[in-house]
């Protein structure tokens, strides 16, 4: 880490004590535009919302009387040592948070120990946000031409020492995010040359990938065991559970309501990502004790790299891994080994479910741009 990010991470531990205060930061220096197509989600926003429903609606079992005086929150994945077992998820145009982008989000995860998922949508190349860091690393593609074109793309992440490639499987459409047409806001790729191909995209565009490429697969977009057990069998080496944070399809269920029966589908077969809602330490820990390998969170961490870019997002995984760290504490389970489902029940929700919800001293006014 050099010495310019290390004061620039000073200075946000000075500034930000709790993670709703990044939030609020990031509402103060993006522009309607940019915030809306943050917090958005498709049509009703109903998807956005059972996300944190889902979570909001589990409740802990807490243990007692362990001696609880050494506890790690770390993990592996894909064989890389995690010190928080959580992934930038990829939000497509980084730059539109940072004018850095992905460099900055690499260098983030990289000083934390934590991982970035890349998305395929971005001005800046992946050679060179690959070369700020060497985080745990994973380039997400949306298809946009035939398969030389994606071998192409899939050559170029090898040789910049990547960590796994993903297929987006989820987003066949461009879903109708009326925040965004509200505003008359529209991102380029909505309409791009090429998506006919994105909608093609198929299982045999899986086995041919799994024949020809020699790194890790992760498939992302899974809402069901029937698609997740099929994945497995052709050999997906993570199965990413997500609904697109509720930004493709309207009404579906919460990522954490479709997470049990995914993990039970895949029986360990391969390694399982959820994302969708995540905001707090203990949705990791929950997210965890229902047999997930790993988190990936969005909307948070681009609030963080907006606040503050690479130490923005520094201090969102610090302050995630001091939740977590309290939770597993107060829990009586000594590592993430040791998370399970009998750590959890269900209970009722005790307030409405909003994008960010898991901040209650937020005044939702503050994050609602008027229309």
Request: charged share 25%.
């Amino acid at each position: 880490m050099d010495d310019l990010l290390s004061r620039e991470i000073e200075t946000a531990r000075a500034r930000f004590q709790t993670l709703h205060e990044i939030v609020r930061a990031a509402r103060g220096v993006l522009d309607r535009n940019i915030w809306g197509y943050l917090i958005g989600g498709t049509e009703t926003e109903t998807t956005v919302r059972r996300n944190r429903h889902a979570i909001e609606t589990l409740a802990f079992r807490p243990r007692v009387l362990r001696d609880m005086r050494e506890l790690s929150v770390g993990t592996e994945f894909l064989g890389r040592p995690m010190r928080v077992p959580l992934l930038f998820a990829p939000v497509g145009s980084l730059e539109s948070f940072h004018h850095e982008g992905g460099i900055s989000a690499h260098r983030g995860v990289d000083a934390m120990g934590a991982g970035l998922m890349l998305s395929s949508i971005s001005s800046i190349t992946l050679e060179d946000v690959s070369a700020a860091g060497d985080a745990l690393r994973i380039y997400t593609l949306y298809k946009r031409g035939d398969r030389d074109w994606m071998d192409a793309i899939v050559k170029r992440a090898v040789a910049a020492n990547f960590t796994a490639f993903c297929l987006t499987v989820d987003s066949a459409y461009y879903s109708r995010r009326e925040r965004d047409y509200a505003n008359r806001f529209a991102k380029p790729w909505r309409s791009g040359e090429g998506m006919e191909w994105q909608a093609a995209l198929n299982w045999d565009d899986v086995k041919y990938f799994k024949d020809t490429h020699d790194i890790p697969l992760v498939l992302k977009g899974f809402a069901t065991a029937e698609d997740a057990a099929i994945a497995v069998d052709h050999g997906a080496d993570v199965v990413h559970v997500s609904n697109h944070g509720g930004r493709q399809l309207d009404h579906g269920l919460g990522s954490f309501d479709v997470l049990p029966e995914i993990v039970q589908a895949v029986g360990g077969r391969a390694k399982i990502i959820v994302d969708g809602g995540i905001l707090r330490g203990t949705d990791i820990v929950k997210a965890l004790a229902l047999g997930a390998d790993a988190v990936a969170a969005g909307r948070l961490m681009c609030c963080g790299l907006a606040a503050g870019g690479a130490a923005g997002v520094v201090r969102v995984l610090e302050l995630l891994e001091e939740e977590m760290r309290l939770a597993m504490g107060l829990l009586a389970a000594k590592s993430v080994a040791e998370l399970g489902p009998h750590h959890l029940r269900s209970a009722a929700a005790v307030r409405e479910p909003h994008v960010f919800s898991g901040f209650p001293l937020l005044d939702y006014a503050e994050q609602e741009p008027a229309l």
